[in-house]
């Protein structure tokens, strides 16, 4: 039933609803439910079964994805995608594009920089990300999941497609080995999360959108600590800003504290790879004017506060305070 979640509270509720000057859809139907899972569906998972259909329940979902407790990347894990499949179970199904590269571009990677002080920040479509996500957990990485809203038959993000995709690929990434939490990051990013030209929206429109805040992601100290020092950031061909708006303080903050960069241009049939170093530049961000755009509920992007204070008050479902769940209410840096 998708207008109600374990906790009886309104699934719509959840989302963004009257921001941007868009009303609040009503409830969706049957049909509705139905029509997020559409393409690129597939009867059996990565491993070639049909294991998968473990993982139509959150709990199950979330235990395959979730970092380690005891990693230190477990608090920049966001439960919020993992928990809509309980949501959605009776239409979700595997998502994966047959001629997705996403395996051989994530080995060119391996290939061709030196990995082992670096933390990879995937910004690519969301099954993109997952699917880099899977590949490298095959290896030396973690995969942290940052998807932080929920899919919506009229959403302007279709977030059932990286739920599909973390479906496809859950018992392969389940079976990565138990010494994972010494692993290092590679956070997997809903590349179009921003959506910022859309507005104002339809009336028939459900903004499903949200952005990241500095706190969603470690700290250069964090880093350091881990023996990290490099930042790789891949991003899709096509794309015109260095980053995505929300990323700009952050990263400047952590090159400004010392962290190196390379950015990694996913190009057809192959990767750009370039140094860098990232350039302050003014946004809806910038952290001067994000008081001003958090205080005023037209603009779009102030879920935090409802999903702080839903997982804190549920977080005994993830088995951790440290599970996930809003890094800043009311989207402030800190």
């Known amino acids: 039933m998708l207008n109600r979640h374990a906790t009886g509270a309104s699934f719509i509720a959840l989302g963004l609803g009257t921001v941007g000057g868009c009303s609040e859809?009503?409830?969706?139907?049957?049909?509705?439910?139905?029509?997020?899972?559409?393409?690129?569906?597939?009867?059996?998972?990565?491993l070639g079964?049909?294991?998968?259909r473990e993982f139509l329940r959150a709990p199950a979902l979330h235990r395959a994805w979730?970092?380690?407790?005891?990693?230190?990347?477990?608090?920049?894990?966001?439960?919020?995608?993992?928990?809509?499949?309980?949501?959605?179970?009776?239409?979700?199904?595997?998502?994966?594009?047959?001629?997705?590269?996403?395996?051989?571009?994530?080995?060119?990677?391996?290939?061709k920089l030196d990995l082992t002080q670096a933390a990879i920040f995937i910004d690519l479509a969301g099954e993109e990300s997952v699917a880099w996500g899977a590949r490298l957990a095959e290896g030396a990485f973690q995969p942290v999941a940052t998807f932080n809203n929920w899919p919506h038959a009229r959403g302007i993000l279709k977030l059932e497609r990286a739920l599909g995709a973390m479906i496809?690929?859950?018992?392969?990434?389940?079976?990565r080995p138990a010494d994972k939490f010494k692993a290092r990051p590679a956070f997997l990013l809903e590349g179009t999360r921003l959506q910022s030209q859309r507005m104002p929206l339809g009336p028939d429109e459900f903004d499903n959108r949200y952005f990241h805040v500095g706190s969603d992601f470690p700290s250069a100290t964090r880093f350091a600590a881990e023996g990290i020092n490099t930042v790789i950031y891949v991003r899709p061909s096509g794309m015109t800003k260095m980053c995505e708006d929300?990323?700009?303080?952050?990263?400047?903050?952590?090159?400004?504290?010392?962290m190196k960069f390379h950015q990694v241009t996913v190009e057809p049939?192959?990767?750009?790879?370039?140094?860098?170093?990232?350039?302050?530049?003014?946004?809806?961000?910038?952290?001067?004017?994000?008081?001003t755009y958090v205080s005023q509920s037209r603009w779009y992007g102030r879920s935090y506060s409802h999903y702080h204070s839903f997982w804190y008050?549920?977080?005994?479902?993830?088995?951790?305070?440290?599970?996930?769940?809003g890094g800043s209410s009311g989207g402030r840096y800190s």
């Open 25 to 46: 859809p009503v409830d969706p139907g049957p049909k509705d439910v139905g029509a997020l899972f559409r393409s690129d569906v597939r009867a059996a998972d990565s």
């Open 49 to 52: 079964d049909g294991a998968w």
């Open 66 to 111: 979730a970092p380690d407790p005891n990693s230190p990347w477990r608090p920049y894990y966001r439960p919020t995608l993992p928990a809509a499949v309980s949501v959605v179970a009776s239409a979700a199904q595997p998502i994966h594009r047959g001629d997705s590269a996403a395996t051989s571009r994530a080995d060119e990677l391996v290939r």
């Open 168 to 175: 496809f690929y859950a018992a392969e990434v389940q079976r």
């Open 246 to 258: 929300d990323l700009v303080d952050y990263f400047v903050d952590l090159q400004t504290s010392g």
């Open 269 to 291: 049939g192959s990767l750009s790879i370039v140094p860098w170093i990232p350039a302050a530049r003014e946004t809806i961000f910038t952290r001067d004017l994000t008081h």
């Open 313 to 325: 008050g549920n977080r005994s479902t993830w088995g951790s305070p440290s599970s996930g769940g």
